[in-house]
Every structure is written in structure tokens, then in C-alpha cells.
């Protein structure tokens, strides 16, 4: 049974620093690893999709990275800027995804 | 972009009656859509996928004559709680994806629902 876990549960840092958010998973055979973006009683936000071939992907200030074989990912937001504060999932999967439990980001003016 | 559209954003109900929530995929057609659950700072769990013309298919643990689930067309699915209790008070999402086999999926912006 997949797991996937995220870490750490909660971020605060500083305006314009660079930050980096962990994705770990138990089975290594995924079809797709997305990213997503939750802002508070709200749905989700698709930031990046990585397939399982790739091993990256980049969105203007986002990059995410994929390492099958080690069972992890990452997103790399750069130049952090409030408007980032949010939760962070990452969720494993064709059609029906494993979700992470998120990483809740806030960036401090 | 691909957008998926649920409705109601918000429904406060009492015991004992049952909610409708739609969820529209409205620029692309939806052969399948996902129902997810939500409770407070935990993350999304997949309750059941939404088949077009046919029966959802439930995860474990999910009481299909409780979440009843109807797909009459590619574009809309509904999810009805029936005799709600104040223990089904969650956030529902829906979510659909576009025709595309790398195409992300897409999520609506959730029910909250709170029975009393």
C-alpha cells in the first residue's frame, strides 16, 4: 500500500528566502507525482506534474524534483514572497492519487 | 485551462437529512471523476471514483447507501449524503481530468459541510 509522507508539518520563514519542501513515498512504481497548492477552505491548486519518466519540472519561481529510486521529491520555491503562504501537498498517482498529510508554509513579511 | 466547478461552496444542514454536492467538469468532458474527504489538518482521502453511465466504485471503509454517488453525464457527478450525521461535517472535493494521459488532475474548490 502506498504511503506518502511530508515533512516538515509546518514552515515559517522570512520574505525572499529560498525554501525547500520534502515528499517522501513507500512505492517506488508511481505513475505521475503532482504537486499542489491548499489555501485555507479551499480546493486545490495543481502547481507541478512530474511523470515518472522525468525527473523534474519547472514553473516560473517552482521546481520540483522526482528520484524514483530513493522514493522522494522535492519543490524548490525560490525568492519566497507572502503570497506563497499555504499548504503544500504532494500526492502520488494516475487516477486515484495518495496524498501527503501537506506542508503548511508561511512566509513572514 | 481545465476547470472543475462544485457546488454548493458551503451547506449547514441537520441530522437526519441528506445534501446533494455537484461537481461539473466545465470546459472538457469527464468519463471518471474522484470524491475526496477532507478533515481538519489531515490530508485528502479518496472515497470513491465517479464512473459515466455506471456504478461508483467505493474505497474501503466507505458505506456506498450512505455516500451515494450518481455520473448521469460527462460532465457532472453528484455525491449525496444521505441521513447525514454531525460526524460526516467535512470538506468534499471533487476532481476530474481532462482527456490527456499526462494531463494534471483538477480539483473543484470543495463543500464544506457541518450537520448539527
Known amino acids: 500500500k502506498q504511503e506518502v509522507t511530508q515533512i516538515p508539518a509546518a514552515l515559517s520563514v522570512p520574505e525572499g528566502e529560498n525554501l525547500v519542501l520534502n515528499c517522501s513515498f513507500t512505492?517506488?512504481?508511481?505513475?505521475?507525482l503532482q504537486w499542489f497548492r491548499q489555501d485555507p477552505g479551499k480546493g486545490l491548486t495543481s502547481l507541478l506534474l512530474?511523470?515518472?519518466?522525468?525527473r523534474e519540472q519547472t514553473s516560473g519561481r517552482l521546481n520540483a524534483s522526482l528520484d524514483k529510486s530513493s522514493g522522494r521529491s522535492t519543490l524548490y520555491i525560490a525568492a519566497s514572497q507572502p503570497g506563497d503562504s499555504a499548504t503544500y501537498l504532494c500526492?502520488?498517482?494516475?487516477?486515484?492519487?495518495?496524498f501527503g498529510q501537506g506542508t503548511r508554509l508561511t512566509i513572514n513579511p | 485551462g481545465a476547470v472543475v466547478s462544485q457546488h454548493p461552496s458551503r451547506v449547514i444542514c441537520k441530522s437526519g437529512t441528506s445534501v446533494k454536492i455537484e461537481c461539473r467538469s466545465l470546459?472538457?468532458?469527464?468519463?471518471?471523476m474522484f470524491w475526496y474527504r477532507q478533515f481538519p489538518k489531515q490530508s485528502l482521502m479518496l472515497m470513491a471514483t465517479?464512473?459515466?453511465?455506471?456504478?461508483?466504485?467505493?474505497e474501503q471503509g466507505v458505506e456506498k447507501d450512505k455516500f451515494l454517488i450518481n455520473h448521469a453525464s460527462l460532465t457532472l457527478s453528484t455525491l449525496t449524503v444521505t441521513s447525514a450525521h454531525p460526524e460526516d461535517s467535512s470538506f468534499y472535493i471533487c476532481?476530474?481530468?481532462?482527456?490527456?494521459?499526462?494531463?494534471?488532475?483538477?480539483f473543484g474548490n470543495g463543500t464544506r459541510l457541518t450537520v448539527t
Open positions: 470546459d472538457f468532458q469527464a468519463t471518471t
Open positions: 512505492d517506488s512504481a508511481i505513475y505521475n
Open positions: 512530474i511523470q515518472s519518466s522525468q
Open positions: 476532481s476530474a481530468r481532462p482527456p490527456g494521459a499526462n494531463s494534471p488532475l483538477h
Open positions: 465517479s464512473n459515466e453511465g455506471s456504478k461508483a466504485t467505493y
Open positions: 500526492a502520488v498517482g494516475a487516477q486515484k492519487l495518495v
